[in-house]
């Protein structure tokens, strides 16, 4: 019974492409999250939605466009991907706000060539 | 300065030993506070809470300081298991909403 999921695992492509990461949780959670992990294992959020509502936008590109059908869902659109754009991708959830404990999902390895 | 700062490692201890890991924050409005866990190519997972009195879970204990803006994880007889990089969290407040801040990580390694 997985909490968080994510798919795909793995995602490999060239510059220039379009590409989806999509994202369910089951915990029952209000609020959802993207968060990148670069080379450097340094962990950043991107985005936070709270009952499919955009709260946080961490200046992002706008090339990345978090979509939240339902408060289950958040999937992650990336348009024109950049070789920069490489590093795991890793969805969250948390019951409450940013402040609550998250839980995330196993991470979605993006390599762009 | 950076809002959660931790040493990188990493620690290199024998199995049985005792490793304490520190971090510190900027924002002294931080209300919420966490020591994550991550192993190689997964992902970050919660270790425990880390309240104002201090807390103990087992084998590990987790102090805070609000004062001096630092928070504290030492693990006692280190198992082979504990093998993993350890996040520091803090919230901070922006913009009127709450988010979490993860430390670049504490890595620590032990051996038989």
């Known amino acids: 019974d997985t909490a968080v999921s994510q798919t795909p695992k793995y995602l490999v492509t060239q510059m220039g492409n379009d590409k989806s990461i999509k994202c369910e949780q089951n915990?029952?959670?209000?609020?959802m999250y993207w968060y990148k992990q670069d080379s450097k294992k340094f962990l950043k959020i991107m985005f936070s939605y709270n009952n499919k509502e955009l709260i946080i936008n961490e200046t992002v590109p706008n090339r990345f466009s978090p979509k939240s059908p339902d408060k289950a869902h958040l999937n992650l659109h990336i348009n024109s991907l950049e070789l920069g754009d490489s590093a795991v991708y890793f969805c969250a959830s948390s019951q409450l706000g940013g402040k609550e404990t998250q839980y995330f999902g196993p991470g979605t390895r993006l390599l762009v060539l | 300065r950076k809002e959660v700062e931790q040493d990188p490692g990493p620690f290199n201890v024998p199995e049985g030993a005792t490793v304490a890991f520190n971090c510190t924050y900027s924002?002294?409005?931080?209300?919420?506070f966490f020591w994550y866990r991550q192993d190689c190519r997964k992902e970050p997972k919660l270790l425990m809470s880390v309240y104002s009195s201090g807390n103990e879970d087992g084998r590990f204990t987790a102090q805070l300081n609000r004062a001096s803006q630092y928070i504290s994880l030492l693990i006692r007889d280190s198992k082979l298991s504990d093998s993993a990089t350890y996040l520091c969290v803090v919230n901070i407040k922006n913009t009127g909403f709450q988010k979490l801040v993860f430390g670049t990580g504490t890595r620590l390694l032990v051996s038989p």
């Open positions: 915990l029952g959670h209000d609020t």
């Open positions: 924002n002294s409005a931080s209300q919420s």
